[in-house]
């Protein structure tokens, strides 16, 4: 009877695989609208670019007048590819664009460093600089200004109720209801907004703020790996004693940057206290570690300071410090000061902060320090010993914006400790070498750009993080995963989709640079045409032309799929212990943060299989629980009985189905439920041949959850079989 089953099962799930997440079978089903362009606003778009260009220009003018000395006709760079003329703005941007189109904009912002052999030198300083930040916007604006509206019309929309069922999945974790879905059918953009807003609290939106955090961020590490834990034991002398309280200190150390940012976004404070929260949060067992006196309870997190770590001296450094002295004024910073977010950016006597630095710039200013200039290969320009990274040009242009940051750690040790030795976190050679400094002499002040620090300067640069204009773009880069599902586009791109994607990164930041409202922010990244962009117009038009890379539907992670499976059918695979958390989680394309820190987002065949047993596996269940409650209390079979064999009865719970499962709204005669009412006959006729009026007589049926498992009239298994086919459709696995 299994091998029946699943003979006609994957017939029909061959019959569907034209319905996969963004493909051209999803899109138009609920009313799909055409595109008017890649952000809410686009029907005004080319106005407002055109605007924002010249707004970016006038910023930047001032600081171009070396540019204006050489790049002129007569000037000493007036035979070079870029002639530009002061006296005519609109001239000089052409310029520009006509540049930066031909020789890419990596090109230009390198040269406004001084490399590649641009005879003019460094004129804009640094990439912390506010001239180069100005021209790399302006180059970005120029980009996108280039498409053209040719693709305006080649996308439809999904529905709002497509929309906002899918927006309720990722951001609440559960499918609404049937008819709240359907009352937003025809809702407009602020409606729509508004019931995306309202999604946005309780433990679901808790968990998909330190889920999405969390990939980015790989806190989780600690889970699974011991990096920084044994020193932690080392540092707070509490909790240390038994394996047991070690390990739930482990796992509310990994959450407690997470829990940072769930704090800020569920209060709606704005955005920036991530980083420059003057606190952290703490557990029921932390908070003992940390010294707070509040006695939490289990389960609880709250706000507090940490006055619990032992300074360490060199003579007591390793050993149990019973009486030291104890810190009662840790420099707390947002997450950049939590023990998780140290160890997972650990440093070394010669990395000195450098990876901290770089990761810190990368997630809160979306600015990646490796792919900032352009640094040919040339040993003869590397070979130098004579501390390149302060004097060597082809280290200095990366090192000059990098090494300021990493020293603004200089008080958080290699074993993550703050102040390790009492004074300093040098380590010990440098420190028995030069006595009496707090930081390597070789190297640049702690401080950000042009700027040296002040006071603890972990706290004074969360303060310039927050303050840069970066910030804003960095905080729709670090969610653009967790609402797209896909990761944020570089250069080597298709120019298209970059373009166009870059433009609307742009927008939203100017749009929640506003007030640093995080929950506004996901709610317009949900309401642009990159979100619900549902399918082509035209089948044949190339993917690589469309200014929507993606688009719609993602594949689902194995958390948002568990819980899309509790919701509809009440069954969670694995009970108290979800299967797809635990040892299906690396099967199905999650991550353990350490060796696997990005989850996968296509489908690989062993993925799949993962699929078909979960499905397998919950179906029986699913269909037995449903028939045991009253008619009322259904979740999915509310067109039939347990006895029912009318077809139109059975066509018209198939449709309920498919709008259940799938998000789809199909006809009780069309071509999906002709092929789902044909499978349950089919597999009626085997179950039939088989006798038995018993579930588990002829078929496995994990039936947990209790209940009568009579089936006198042969539908259950026949339903189990449309409940497989559906849950192992692209367009449940997709969503």
């Known amino acids: 009877m299994n091998f029946v089953t699943r003979i006609v099962v994957l017939n029909l799930v061959g019959l569907t695989l034209t319905a996969c997440g963004g493909g051209e079978g999803t899109g138009g089903i609920n009313g799909a609208t055409n595109n008017t362009g890649s952000s809410p606003n686009s029907s005004s778009q080319n106005n407002t670019n055109t605007q924002a260009i010249t707004e970016s220009f006038n910023t930047?003018?001032?600081d171009m007048s070396a540019c204006f000395g050489c790049h002129v006709s007569g000037g000493i760079a007036g035979n070079t590819n870029l002639v530009l003329n002061p006296g005519d703005d609109t001239a000089t941007i052409a310029a520009l664009k006509a540049y930066s189109s031909t020789f890419g904009k990596s090109l230009l912002l390198s040269k406004s460093l001084g490399r590649p052999s641009h005879q003019g030198g460094n004129v804009f300083g640094t990439t912390a600089s506010a001239a180069y930040i100005n021209l790399e916007q302006l180059l970005t604006l120029l980009a996108s200004s280039q498409s053209t509206n040719s693709n305006n019309l080649t996308i439809t929309k999904e529905a709002p109720s497509q929309t906002y069922r899918r927006a309720s999945l990722y951001l609440a974790g559960t499918i609404p209801g049937s008819s709240k879905t359907l009352s937003l059918q025809n809702a407009s953009d602020e409606t729509l907004k508004t019931e995306i807003l309202a999604l946005m609290q309780g433990d679901g939106f808790r968990n998909f703020l330190k889920n999405g955090a969390n990939e980015r961020l790989n806190s989780r590490h600690l889970l699974t790996s011991t990096n920084g834990v044994t020193f932690y034991n080392k540092y707070y002398v509490p909790n240390a004693s038994s394996s047991e309280n070690r390990n739930v200190v482990r796992r509310d150390l990994a959450e407690e940057p997470l829990?940072?940012?769930?704090?800020?976004v569920m209060k709606d404070r704005p955005y920036s206290e991530v980083l420059t929260a003057n606190y952290t949060m703490v557990s029921q067992y932390t908070d003992e570690s940390y010294n707070t006196g509040l006695n939490l309870a289990a389960g609880e997190w709250r706000e507090a300071q940490n006055t619990g770590q032992d300074v360490k001296s060199r003579a007591t450094f390793g050993r149990d410090a019973n009486g030291a002295t104890r810190v009662t004024s840790f420099p707390h910073a947002g997450i950049l000061s939590t023990w998780s977010y140290l160890s997972k950016y650990g440093t070394t006597a010669t990395n000195r902060n450098r990876a901290r630095a770089r990761w810190t710039m990368q997630h809160f200013l979306g600015f990646d320090i490796e792919q900032s200039a352009s640094r040919p290969l040339d040993f003869d320009a590397i070979s130098d010993e004579a501390n390149p990274t302060m004097n060597n040009p082809a280290c200095v242009v990366c090192h000059q914006t990098l090494d300021p940051v990493a020293g603004s750690f200089k008080f958080f040790h290699q074993r993550i400790g703050y102040k390790a030795f009492g004074t300093d976190s040098l380590d010990n050679n440098y420190r028995n070498r030069n006595p009496g400094v707090d930081w390597y002499k070789d190297m640049r002040p702690a401080g950000f750009a042009s700027l040296e620090a002040s006071g603890e300067p972990l706290q004074w640069l969360a303060q310039r993080l927050v303050e840069d204009e970066r910030f804003a773009v960095g905080a729709v880069k670090f969610w653009w995963h967790a609402v797209f599902g896909e990761n944020v586009l570089t250069d080597s791109a298709p120019g298209v989709q970059f373009n166009a994607q870059s433009a609307l990164i742009t927008n939203l930041a100017n749009d929640f640079r506003k007030d640093l409202n995080l929950k506004k922010l996901l709610a317009n990244m949900m309401l642009t045409d990159n979100f619900?962009?549902?399918?082509?117009?035209?089948?044949?038009?190339?993917?690589?032309?469309?200014?929507?890379?993606?688009?719609?539907?993602?594949?689902?992670?194995?958390?948002?799929l568990y819980k899309k499976t509790e919701s509809l059918t009440g069954i969670v695979w694995g009970g108290n212990n979800p299967r797809l958390l635990r040892e299906y989680k690396l099967l199905y394309g999650g991550t353990d943060d350490i060796n696997v820190e990005k989850r996968a987002t296509d489908m690989t065949s062993i993925m799949f299989r993962v699929a078909e047993r979960h499905a397998n596996e919950v179906s029986c269940a699913a269909v037995v629980n449903d028939f045991n409650a009253s008619q009322n209390a259904r979740r999915l079979f509310t067109q039939v009985e347990r006895t029912t064999l009318n077809e139109t009865a059975i066509r018209n719970q198939i449709v309920v189905l498919y709008e259940r499962m799938l998000n789809r709204l199909v006809s009780s005669s069309s071509v999906e439920v002709n092929q789902a009412y044909q499978l349950f006959l089919d597999l009626r006729a085997a179950r039939v041949s088989l006798g038995?009026?018993?579930?588990?007589?002829?078929?496995?049926?994990?039936?947990?959850?209790?209940?009568?498992?009579?089936?006198?009239?042969?539908?259950?298994?026949?339903?189990?079989?449309v409940m497989i086919a559906l849950m192992s459709d692209p367009d449940y696995l997709y969503e």
């Open 692 to 721: 038995g009026t018993n579930v588990n007589s002829n078929t496995r049926c994990d039936n947990r959850i209790g209940g009568s498992l009579n089936d006198a009239s042969f539908v259950l298994v026949p339903w189990r079989g």
């Open 60 to 62: 930047l003018k001032p």
């Open 532 to 560: 619900r962009a549902s399918k082509k117009v035209d089948a044949t038009a190339a993917d690589n032309q469309l200014s929507i890379h993606m688009g719609g539907r993602r594949l689902l992670s194995g958390y948002e």
């Open 259 to 264: 829990e940072i940012i769930a704090n800020v």
